[in-house]
């Protein structure tokens, strides 16, 4: 089976724009769970982090659209940042919120490494190989955040049961 690298650029257009919206809820939705980790430093902080490579890897992928006469979509940005809200407000009510987040926050990062992957994929196919070193680094942070929250899933359920124990919640 042949590929049209006319479509194939089309196709990766469209994906680089539809990941520049889930970075965007990506921000949203870690800020708003920051503000509640008061007695997780250690989590907050590295949330924090992950804000930080989240603008970086949203200022990336405007970069790559500028190289291809485009931009991002505000409307799905919009969209997006308005479904992080909802879902990081979905879990506030809950008492075990720190752990649902968790695995929330687990599961969106594999979402973010296949969409990375497959955009390194498209980026060949679409004829724009500079795209990959960008792309990668992105990758390779979002593995990074996916393997910080698989080392601490244990230590944050056991810290959780501790303070539940306490009486305590996560933060305010």
Do not use: C
């Not at 969209?79 to 009510?93: F, K």
């Not at 926050?105 to 196919?125: G, P, Q």
């Not at 724009?128 to 990668?136: S, V």
């Not at 992105?138 to 049961?161: G, N, Q």
């Amino acid at each position: 089976m042949s590929i049209n690298t006319d479509t194939a650029r089309d196709v990766y257009i469209v994906g680089l724009r539809n990941q520049h919206a889930v970075e965007n809820q990506a921000i949203e939705l870690l800020e708003r769970q920051l503000g509640r980790l008061e007695n997780y430093p250690l989590m907050a902080e590295r949330i924090r982090q992950h804000i930080e490579e989240s603008r970086e890897q949203a200022r990336r992928l405007e970069e790559l659209l500028g190289q291809h006469g485009t931009s991002h979509s505000a409307f799905k940005d919009t969209v997006m940042s308005l479904v992080g809200n909802l879902a990081a407000i979905g879990h506030t009510p809950a008492p075990d919120e720190v752990l649902k987040n968790t695995l929330a926050n687990f599961a969106f990062e594999h979402y973010e490494i296949a969409a990375y992957k497959s955009l390194i994929e498209l980026s060949d196919l679409a004829g724009h190989t500079a795209a990959a070193t960008a792309l990668g680094q992105s990758l390779r942070e979002e593995e990074a955040m996916a393997a910080w929250i698989d080392e601490h899933l244990a230590p944050t359920t056991r810290e959780y049961v501790s303070r539940r124990t306490a009486g305590e919640t996560a933060g305010r």
